[in-house]
């Protein structure tokens, strides 16, 4: 019997049942065999693991059911006092599920929707991933999947085909035991789940791989010790923070929380959040861009040309090694900028109406108006302005 055959057979039988729990079990036994297959198992092997369809079709018929389950199509409300008092916590239940893939790809997109998304290296040459639902809303609205596409490798979180939405009612709950754990089905669920942020995808990917893209919706980003020639990380209201990494082109945005790069190398480098703050501390790089709606922007690095600005934060930089070119504004915060290393600098600074400081080579400190003005061979060229903070600029 094929693979096709197989799974041909095991929808028939199960036409009888909630068209919840089909699905629940379908893609339960389509993942056994994506594991199959990417562990070099044949699909005969995998067959004869998965065992008889009737056999477990019986498993499933309404007297074999434990006390208070019930299948979807019965339309019967569940006894949930009697599921707490057997001991069965089911918002608490944890569903965890490792995968690995050997196969070298030219890329890989990461799509965590709600989930919180951690990528760093693997020790060997293949794929590794780890998602974990806590939570039985979380478990039954959502699913890990995985596919390939023109040499690249998708893999993420996916709502469930007639998951949750806001605002369902009534509740029909199926609950059976398929491959050594509980599978539990809702047709509504109303207000029974979600407490919080609780699905997490962990990846591993080997050296080598050129590009890595991670999209997240509102969870977090945490990607560290990873070699790429393109990095670029989205997430609409979580963190994203980046550590040990080198690659040549590494972009990250997010709508509301805050971007953290540090110990990193890059040779151009954007960085932006809607209303949190920029942090990018001992990088190193050609061109770095940082810029917040909202928030501050505070810089630690070696680079070339800086360009950073903030809507209505402060901007902090200090800036090692031979500097070409500083652009900082700030709407309405204030500005400071420290040059090590620069043979002299030319800074044009304009204040609407904070005060303005600039200090060179150890000298005392002094206050000027707008303008431009220039120490040593000028090379360093620096635009500062900012609506109504300070600027205080310093050199050696």
């Known amino acids: 019997m094929t693979k096709l055959e197989y799974m041909t057979k095991l929808q028939e039988k199960l036409e009888k049942f909630g068209k919840e729990l089909q699905e629940e079990i379908l893609e339960d036994?389509?993942?056994?065999?994506?594991?199959?297959?990417?562990?070099?198992?044949?699909?005969?092997?995998?067959?004869?693991?998965?065992?008889?369809?009737?056999?477990?079709?019986?498993?499933?018929?309404?007297?074999?059911?434990?006390?208070?389950f019930t299948q979807l199509d019965a339309g019967k409300e569940p006894d949930r006092e009697k599921d707490v008092e057997a001991g069965q916590d089911v918002r608490n239940t944890d569903l965890k599920k490792s995968f690995s893939y050997s196969a070298y790809y030219k890329g890989i997109v990461l799509d965590g929707k709600?989930?919180?998304?951690?990528?760093?290296?693997?020790?060997?040459?293949?794929?590794?991933?780890?998602?974990?639902?806590?939570?039985?809303?979380?478990?039954?609205?959502?699913?890990?999947?995985?596919?390939?596409?023109?040499?690249?490798?998708?893999a993420g979180v996916k709502r469930r085909k007639g998951g949750r939405d806001e605002g369902d009612g009534g509740e029909k709950l199926v609950k059976v035991t398929l491959f050594g754990r509980t599978i539990i089905s809702y047709g509504n669920i109303g207000g029974f789940g979600g407490d919080g942020q609780n699905i997490t995808l962990t990846v591993r990917i080997p050296k080598g791989v050129p590009r890595l893209t991670v999209k997240v919706g509102s969870g977090n980003i945490n990607v560290?010790?990873?070699?790429?020639?393109?990095f670029e990380g989205i997430s609409g209201s979580g963190n994203v923070v980046l550590d040990e990494m080198v690659a040549d082109r590494m972009k990250a945005h997010c709508g509301s929380g805050n971007i953290k790069v540090s110990h990193?190398?890059?040779?151009?480098?954007?960085?932006?959040?809607?209303?949190?703050n920029v942090k990018a501390e001992m990088i190193k790089g050609r061109d770095l861009k940082c810029g917040t709606g909202s928030g501050n922007i505070k810089v630690d690095s070696a680079a070339a040309d800086y360009h950073l600005s903030t809507g209505s934060g402060s901007i902090r930089a200090r800036a090692v090694g031979?500097?070409?070119?500083?652009?900082?504004?700030?709407?309405?915060?204030?500005?400071?900028?420290?040059?090590?290393?620069?043979?002299?600098?030319?800074?044009?600074?304009?204040s609407g109406s904070g005060s303005i400081h600039i200090e060179w080579e150890g000298q005392e400190s002094q206050k000027v108006r707008n303008g431009t003005y220039a120490y040593g061979n000028s090379a360093c060229k620096i635009r500062a302005n900012t609506g109504s903070g300070s600027i205080k600029i310093s050199g050696n």
């Open 29 to 68: 036994y389509r993942q056994h065999f994506v594991e199959g297959e990417s562990e070099g198992r044949s699909e005969e092997e995998i067959i004869e693991e998965l065992g008889n369809i009737e056999e477990m079709i019986r498993e499933l018929s309404e007297e074999d059911l434990p006390e208070g």
């Open 114 to 154: 709600v989930a919180n998304v951690i990528v760093n290296r693997s020790e060997d040459d293949k794929i590794h991933v780890d998602y974990e639902a806590k939570g039985i809303s979380n478990q039954l609205n959502y699913e890990f999947f995985q596919h390939e596409e023109d040499g690249i490798f998708y």
């Open 224 to 230: 560290s010790r990873l070699e790429l020639e393109a």
């Open 264 to 276: 990193t190398e890059f040779i151009s480098g954007s960085f932006e959040a809607g209303s949190g």
């Open 322 to 350: 031979a500097t070409e070119r500083a652009e900082l504004s700030a709407g309405s915060g204030s500005i400071r900028l420290e040059l090590e290393g620069a043979k002299g600098m030319e800074a044009a600074v304009q």
